[in-house]
């Protein structure tokens, strides 16, 4: 339904997951979140309860952790405070006792909180330049993807559905001072403003390696988990052209104005 309204202009921010467990934590429950997140809207768990039990304080960190990997996972919120007060009778879901202590799922939730990020590039820990990510726009909710598979100097950098294939699949490598380049997994070659040009509209293809400042892109955080690419010869963004939402839209390099059609999600793989 999401896909479809989305589709359609129906315009949806976030989808909630009411998150009403028993003695154990469905195995796909953040994969059932990053699915969501995928179709570019954020999710958040809105009524997070879990029945008592010996793995209740376990259950309420696995919620925890598996929100903080999904970049666009921004909210939990659990339904209620102690657990006279849970509409779950005889349960005791919650994370304070009826008499108001800490339970030990408090706890792990706190641990759980404190220990992790959202893996996101703006989070504490910064881009992993060890990893690979998919980049995922916000406008369309298709990622960046070498057209066609090619291995090709100038070889055109599209919009294409999310698959995770090596052609959408991207390593942050450092050039110093804040300033990354992307390289491609399946070609080895770089994220490149064609021609070194410095107007808007200008083709981002792929190109070797050559450290220029024409390839070397700054993170500009956007809120939300999204972030904006800024491109250190122009200064200008990494956008989806004309805010296409279809496969093979162009991706250009346009004056940095924080639409959605320059947001981008970084989806670790």
């Known amino acids: 339904m999401v896909r479809d309204f989305k589709s359609r202009g129906v315009p949806i921010d976030c989808v909630g997951f009411q998150s009403h467990l028993g003695t154990t934590v469905p195995g796909d429950y953040q994969a059932n979140l990053q699915r969501f997140a995928d179709l570019g809207v954020d999710v958040q768990i809105t009524e997070l309860d879990i029945a008592s039990g010996s793995n209740q304080a376990n259950n309420y960190a696995t919620v ?14 659990v339904w209620g405070i102690r657990d006279s007060d849970s509409w779950r009778t005889g349960e005791n879901p919650l994370l ?38 998919v980049l995922v726009n916000r406008n369309s909710g298709k990622a960046v993807d070498v ?3 090619s291995t090709a100097d100038g070889g ?3 919009q294409w559905s999310r698959t995770n294939a090596n052609n959408q699949q991207w390593q942050f490598v450092d050039s110093g001072g804040g300033y990354y380049r992307l390289k491609s997994k399946h070609s080895g070659k770089v994220l490149d403003v064609y021609n070194r040009s410095t107007a808007d509209g200008a083709s981002v293809v792929q190109w070797t390696d050559n450290n220029g400042a024409n390839q070397q892109w700054r993170l500009a955080d956007s809120g939300s988990g999204y972030v904006r690419l800024i491109n250190r010869n122009s200064g200008k963004a990494l956008e989806v052209q ?8 162009n991706i250009v390099q346009y004056a940095d104005w924080g639409g959605n059609n320059q947001q981008w999600q ?3 793989i």
């Open 266 to 268: 970084l989806v670790r």
């Open 147 to 149: 057209y066609n598979f």
């Open 64 to 77: 925890v952790k598996a929100c903080l990997a999904v970049a666009r996972c921004t909210g939990i919120t």
């Open 242 to 249: 004309g805010a296409s939402t279809a496969d093979g839209g």
């Open 156 to 158: 055109r950098i599209t």
């Open 96 to 133: 304070f006792t009826s008499s108001g202590a800490k339970k030990a799922a408090y706890t792990s939730t706190l641990n759980a909180l404190n220990a992790g990020t959202n893996p996101g590039p703006t989070g504490s820990t910064g881009v992993d330049t060890s990893a690979w990510y």
